[in-house]
């Protein structure tokens, strides 16, 4: 896959392109990456590619001009179809069924917006799709594109390690993640759940979609909403549903095993 960006700030994607899982798959040839700088295409000799909004207000706006150019060339250096994405509070959530669509595409161009925002003409006519990655305003585009590009990499083959760590995501599977552990076995008086240490895998495994069930329900019930559910997981939702209607049950339960050790 070959990402650009078009930036008014390249030097900020060392942060992906130099470090960690992204930047290992990026010296393995697993992706490419490039950036087009706006300002190259600037109509004046000091580089100006802002001007201020018609009809006055605060703030400058992005001309048209020199992004038209910078998406041009961008396009220009793309093998086969290409999708320009704006990153932008307006835009469409970003979710993990649009990152996995995402990860098909060969080229993506991503359009950094910075100051008050871009000059509406370029939207309509050189951007595919508009995404927002939460109901915030940051200072620019490029920690987003960042963040989606990072969430596409993780979905390329061999660029994790595990490809089931993709997999078992939060989101993956519609759900949240279940809780995870590690050596010690105990911390803080805080001991590992036994069936995590039980060898039992299919035990492990019901515990883990319960765990992540629970979550679900308890931070995001809207992901609940419409989904098909397995006969297990309705099953389990089923019991984790009655425990919150009876929260005695859980304490009862324990003092009765209390009672008999």
């Known amino acids: ?92 959530p970003l979710t993990h069924r649009r990152v996995a669509a995402l990860a098909q595409q060969p080229n993506l161009i991503l359009l950094c917006g910075r100051y008050e925002g871009v000059d509406e003409r370029v939207l309509q006519t050189h951007v595919d799709e508009e995404i927002s990655i939460g109901d915030f305003v940051v200072s620019g585009g490029e920690l987003p594109a960042m963040m989606l590009m990072d969430a596409v990499l993780r979905l390329l083959p061999d660029v994790l390690g595990d490809s089931r760590s993709a997999e078992q995501d939060s989101f993956a599977d519609g759900l949240l993640d279940c809780p995870h552990y590690t050596r010690p076995a105990e911390f803080d008086g805080m001991p590992v759940p036994e069936v995590l240490m039980s060898g039992n895998h299919a035990k492990i495994a019901e515990w883990r979609l319960e765990q992540s069930l629970r979550r679900t329900l308890s931070r995001r019930p809207e992901l609940l909403d419409g989904r098909m559910f397995s006969p297990q997981e309705a099953r389990l939702l089923e019991r984790i549903r009655k425990e919150q209607a009876n929260p005695y049950h859980i304490k009862e339960k324990q003092n009765e095993f209390d009672s008999t050790t």
């Open 1 to 92: 896959m070959f990402f650009q960006a078009v930036t008014l700030f390249p030097e900020m994607f060392a942060a992906l392109t130099e470090h960690g899982v992204s930047g290992r798959a990026l010296r393995q040839g697993l992706w490419r990456f490039d950036t087009v700088n706006p300002r190259q295409f600037a109509d004046n000799r000091l580089g100006y590619i802002d001007d201020r909004p018609f009809g006055g207000g605060p703030g400058m706006i992005m001309m048209a001009a020199p992004l038209q150019a910078a998406i041009g060339f961008a396009r220009s250096r793309c093998q086969g179809d290409s999708r320009v994405v704006y990153l932008s509070p307006q835009g469409a």
